[in-house]
């Protein structure tokens, strides 16, 4: 693997030495990543130790963040030379593009897309179906149920504002030239570190009743870590200016990141919030830290009076699958469409099994602890199993005719009974799509040095028997526990183990079966937040 680097610890020793009268001469140890890199450029780049001539179409790839790749250089060298194809880890997902109105937001792609075909290097589509990584409220929104919003935001959502207080609209307040709406968001920009009222926005005031529970929602992110903090004022309004309790551990302030987070806070459980209240509105407050910019979906925006709407989210009457499919046929066909000069596969379908019930399809029915992210589009199909068929259907009508479409799961090589049951639900799709539109079949794999060389082998025997294409998706090992230095002893255990796992992939996988391994980040260092398995010393 070729990586070109200069020591900051050299160029800080040389320039040191010039500014010297006299000459000085230093023994020092040779720094260890200096060792390793100087051991790695004796290899040429890992790409080219594929023979194309037995294995034409195999695929040797990574799985980064945009960011990794775009943004340092010594990160995108070593993608680019030793990689053939590239899967982004998050920027691909529905939660990523679609926007607080159902709009697709391209503009984070267009940076990989504008040097890809110089590159020479192809994307793996990541991924289209899945139950987390959505935007879950704007998928809720289409079933609405008997809710009714306190809030107005009609106006909001068009970025109208009014200067003062007002029964019906959306109010700024400090900051008022750095608060605006864009693409469905409330977009709130703190430019100094003032105070948290130094950036504000008020939400219309609306009457209440004293004796009821009022449910506060939204949906937010920054672009870098921040705080926001909710206040109320009111006739009547008892201790508005405390704020309000997030968590049980976390009073009056909320950490905001990267990552949408749904918040959802009740109002008045005891009664004595709104105890002579006849009127309330909330405030939305962050200046407290400087250049940090907040997005707040609009439509996520609700204030909803509890003891009037008890029959809140009841969609028996909705037709749940027709909604879903035009849903599901807007974003694959934008996406996919959009996509098509750059990508050549696609996993259409992500982590459809489930654990506990290997033969079964996941569901969220009856689940109670609901990420903000989370949306199970197979619980809206009358028959929960043709959501996978409907979403390769569209994905074979809008993606490139050459590309290859995949199913993607975890735990194949521990839970083979999971592995069996990932490739018959594949018969299934084939058989109700009346030919075989799934192409191939990708086992995620990751490992730790615990895992069995009998199931690895045994996992590729009960994919290549299906007759798809087999891909290792995202390969990545663990030497042992987290926050635990690893000895020699688990290196080793973690080196054999990737060979172990590379091997049993060509012996067992015909080549007109291999379609390629892909790793999962060019480190597993969970400090240099490049790897999903953070905590974990390097290896």
């Not at 290549?464 to 987290?482: N, Q, Y």
Request: contains cysteine; hydrophobic residues 35%; glycine residues 8%.
């Amino acid at each position: 693997m070729k990586n070109y680097v200069m020591s900051f610890f050299v160029i800080l020793l040389i320039t040191f030495c010039a500014c010297c009268e006299e000459t000085y001469y230093f023994q020092v140890d040779k720094p260890e990543r200096l060792a390793i890199l100087e051991q790695l450029n004796q290899y040429d780049a890992l790409k080219t130790y594929i023979d194309k001539s037995v294995n034409p179409d195999f695929k040797l790839g990574i799985g980064v963040g945009l960011s990794e790749y775009t943004n340092s250089v010594i990160a995108h060298k070593l993608i680019i030379d030793n990689f053939d194809e590239i899967t982004l880890g998050w920027e691909m997902k529905h939660g990523a593009v679609v926007q607080a109105d159902g709009s697709l937001d391209f503009s984070n792609l267009d940076k990989l897309f504008e040097e890809i075909p110089q590159a020479g290097t192809s994307i793996f589509g990541h991924t289209l179906i899945w139950h987390t990584n959505q935007n879950a409220f704007y998928l809720n929104s289409l079933f609405p149920g008997d809710v009714t919003n306190l809030w107005v935001i009609t106006g909001l959502s068009g970025g109208t504002f009014s200067s003062s207080l007002t029964n019906d609209n959306w109010s700024k307040r400090g900051g008022a030239d750095n608060v605006s709406v864009e693409n469905g968001n409330l977009v709130m920009k703190s430019v100094n570190a003032g105070g948290l009222w130094d950036l504000e926005v008020a939400s219309p005031r609306v009457a209440v009743n004293r004796n009821h529970k009022y449910q506060v929602s939204f949906t937010i992110k920054s672009d870098k870590p921040g705080k926001l903090r909710n206040t109320f004022e009111g006739d009547g309004v008892t201790d508005a200016w405390l704020g309000v309790q997030y968590t049980p551990a976390d009073f009056g302030d909320l950490a905001t990141t990267e990552e949408w987070k749904e918040v959802s806070y009740v109002l008045n459980e005891d009664g004595g919030f709104l105890a002579n209240a006849t009127n309330l509105n909330v405030n939305f407050l962050c200046g407290e830290i400087a250049d940090v910019t907040y997005y707040i979906q609009v439509n996520s925006l609700k204030l909803i009076d509890l003891d009037a709407n008890t029959n809140a989210g009841n969609t028996d009457n909705v037709d749940k699958e027709t909604i879903i499919t035009e849903q599901m046929e807007k974003w694959i066909s934008e996406m996919v469409t959009y996509c098509r000069p750059y990508t050549r596969a696609w996993d259409v379908v992500n982590e459809p099994m489930d654990d506990g019930q290997p033969d079964e399809l996941k569901t969220g029915i009856g689940k109670t602890d609901m990420a903000a992210d989370e949306f199970y589009w197979q619980d809206y199909f009358d028959n929960p199993k043709d959501y996978a068929v409907k979403a390769f259907q569209l994905t074979r009508r809008y993606a490139n005719e050459s590309d290859k479409l995949f199913i993607n799961d975890y735990g194949l090589e521990w839970n083979l009974d999971k592995c069996r049951g990932l490739v018959e639900y594949v018969k299934y799709i084939d058989q109700k799509a009346g030919t075989a539109i799934v192409d191939g079949i990708g086992t995620q794999m990751h490992c730790n040095i615990a895992l069995s060389h009998e199931n690895i082998d045994e996992m590729f025997k009960i994919l290549v028997a299906s007759g798809k294409l087999v891909k290792i998706s995202e390969l990545d090992i663990t030497a042992g526990e987290a926050h635990v230095p690893y000895t020699e002893e688990e290196l080793k255990k973690q080196a054999d183990l990737y060979q172990y796992i590379v091997e049993s992939y060509f012996r067992h996988v015909p080549k007109a079966q291999r379609y390629g391994i892909f790793v999962w980040g060019i480190t597993d260092s969970g400090d240099q937040n490049t790897s999903w398995l953070n905590g974990h010393e390097q290896c």
